[in-house]
């Protein structure tokens, strides 16, 4: 049903080049299949160079906060996160 190129990718791993530490990433299954982020390491570090933090936060064009996984929290949240 799938390539072996997809079942590869589910099989990567990977350690982070700037602190050599192992990475880890988010897996989605949609139903059809199972959607990967990137690999993202504790120290800000990201796979994908849109998502790197490793210098610092870094908000996207809405506001929204973006961590080394893909990911992107609206402001709204980070502050219901810090009241509870
Ligand atoms: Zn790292």
């Known amino acids: 049903m799938f390539s072996d190129a997809y079942y590869a990718e589910l099989r990567r791993t990977m350690d982070c080049p ?6 880890s990433r988010d897996e989605v299954d949609n139903g059809v299949g199972i959607i990967c982020g990137p690999f993202g390491c504790p120290c800000g570090w990201s796979e994908c160079a849109e998502y ?5 936060p870094k908000l996207d064009e809405h506001g929204y906060e973006l961590d080394q996984w893909g990911g992107a929290t609206p402001p709204q949240i980070l502050e219901s996160e810090i009241r509870r």
């Open 52 to 56: 790197d933090v490793s210098g610092g």
């Open 18 to 23: 700037r602190c050599l530490t192992p990475t």
